[in-house]
């Protein structure tokens, strides 16, 4: 039977061998991220969506098709405000057909 000061060591060291396996540090500023959905279906066309008017401090990001996998579909997702990043440019999602795929950019702030 283990003694009681060496069962608490062998818990917080297996707690801090836990805790080294999952930390993962903070990604550090970029001003691009991408990440990237490649599939064969191309999406449907726009839909037409009613701009409201300017909000300030935020800007307008268009609505766009999400690819559903589960469903084997697209899926709209409706357009959204945005808060403001001076001196940056917002770019909004958009798919790029590339070869015979067609690659989902999702929206992100460039200068």
Do not use: C
């Not at 069962?7 to 297996?14: N, V």
């Not at 061998?17 to 064969?40: D, E, F, H, K, M």
């Not at 008017?53 to 990001?61: C, H, K, L, Q, S």
């Amino acid at each position: 039977m283990l003694r009681t000061p060496l069962k608490f060591a062998l818990l917080a060291g297996f707690g801090l061998s836990l805790a080294g396996a999952l930390y993962a540090p903070p990604a550090t500023a970029r001003t691009q991220v991408a990440v990237g959905v490649s599939i064969g279906v191309p999406p449907p066309p726009p839909r037409y969506e009613r701009v409201p008017g300017p909000r300030r401090g935020y800007v307008w990001a268009p609505g766009y098709w999400r690819w559903n996998a589960p469903a084997h579909r697209h899926v709209w997702v409706g357009g959204y405000w945005v808060r403001m990043r001076p001196g940056y440019h917002y770019r909004p999602a958009h798919w790029v057909r590339h070869g015979h795929d067609w690659r989902f950019r999702r929206g992100y702030w460039g200068r």
